[in-house]
């Protein structure tokens, strides 16, 4: 049968940030009689603000600084008996990527590298690397199982099938047990708004129009963050060493239509007449159509997506509307229909 892993010293690098907040707060509170060091840059998108209901927590510690410093992560893997990785951190922006690809490749491949040097080095017995579905590129019919090819096609998902290449050169050559998560886009409360759900909810709350890439029909599958949470739980103590798990779904909507649901929500306009509130804006330099896995490995441990979209929706929507202003130090600059990328060749900017 399956035999659990019962971790004790868990280090959760990115633990400020969207994803990681939530899985570190679900987990502190679930297992007081695990130890938790998060490790957090506290970059843009990051605020400790994520983690108010356990700061004061005596099995939490909250560590300002960067994966890349070998110094630090090594004083504590050592300092804290770490035996246990959860790695969240990682620059995940796709618009930036073009504009800033090497910030990406310094933090996502070398950032990761760096943990793993020191998880060889401190005997790490589980090592959870969070990568995601970009990395298979578009994906047409079925859906990208775990033993797909990697395809990236932008610096982002590059950088991140960069690492996942590092893990498995640590898995194979020194045997250091990692697993690996690939997953579908992510929403719900605490996510910076430069992505696109909350960025739409926000523009849309101070009065402006949702801002389209080309003509919106980009599919996208969209998973509550409190299902990938779960699912976290479960690898966390249940995954299988040097395993790929995805954490996907089903539901797929297009940016046009989530766009169209918002203004629904929000009542800006009645059914039909959403369209005067979304303004189609150039195409990223390249954009899949499509990321479409099959979770039927994370399945067979017991998982499945149980938030339906239309209650995570308008959950998510309340949370930004009822959103503390300071929240996160500047976030309005992100509401910019290209965030940083200076780079256009048409002249356009």
């Not at 356990?54 to 504590?76: K, P």
């Not at 003509?215 to 509550?224: I, K």
């Not at 490995?297 to 979209?309: H, K, S, Y």
Request: glycine share 8%; proline share 5%.
């Amino acid at each position: 049968g399956m035999v659990d892993y019962t971790p004790k010293n868990i280090l959760i690098t990115g633990g400020c940030g969207f994803i990681g907040s939530h899985v570190c707060k679900f987990l502190v509170q679930k297992y007081p009689q695990y130890n938790f060091i998060n490790l957090d840059l506290l970059d843009t998108c990051a605020t400790t603000n994520n983690l108010l209901p356990i700061e004061r927590f005596s099995n939490y510690t909250f560590v300002r600084g960067d994966i890349g410093n070998m110094d630090l992560v090594a004083h504590l893997m050592k300092h804290h008996s770490i035996e246990t990785v959860m790695h969240f951190a990682a620059q995940s922006h796709v618009d930036a990527s073009f504009g800033n690809p090497l910030a990406h490749t310094l933090t996502n491949v070398l950032g990761t590298h760096t943990l793993l040097e020191c998880a060889k080095q401190y005997k790490i017995k589980r090592f959870i690397h969070v990568s995601t579905d970009e990395v298979y590129g578009d994906v047409f019919g079925e859906g990208a199982a775990e033993t797909a090819a990697l395809e990236p096609t932008n610096p982002y998902s590059c950088s991140k099938a960069g690492a996942e290449f590092v893990c498995k050169a640590y898995m194979r050559s020194y045997q250091l047990p990692i697993i690996i998560t690939r997953g579908n886009n992510v929403y719900g409360p605490n996510q910076y708004p430069e992505k696109v759900l909350p960025k739409f909810i926000l523009r849309l709350l101070r009065g402006d129009k949702c801002c389209l890439h080309g003509t919106g029909e980009a599919l996208r599958s969209y998973l509550h963050v409190d299902d990938v949470v779960r699912a976290f739980d479960l690898i966390l103590h249940r995954g299988a060493d040097c395993q790929i798990y995805n954490i996907g779904t089903k539901f797929e909507i297009s940016i046009a239509e989530m766009a169209r649901q918002v203004v629904r929500a929000l009542g800006l306009a009645a059914p039909g007449a959403e369209d005067a509130l979304i303004e189609f804006v150039p195409d990223r330099n390249i954009n899949d159509m499509r990321y479409c896995i099959d979770d039927a490995r994370l399945a067979a441990l017991g998982w499945a997506p149980r938030v339906e979209w239309a209650a995570g929706l308008a959950e998510t929507i309340a949370w930004y509307r009822a959103m503390d202003p300071n929240h996160w130090r500047d976030w309005a600059s992100a509401l910019s229909p290209h965030p940083v990328l200076h780079l256009k060749a048409s002249g356009t900017r």
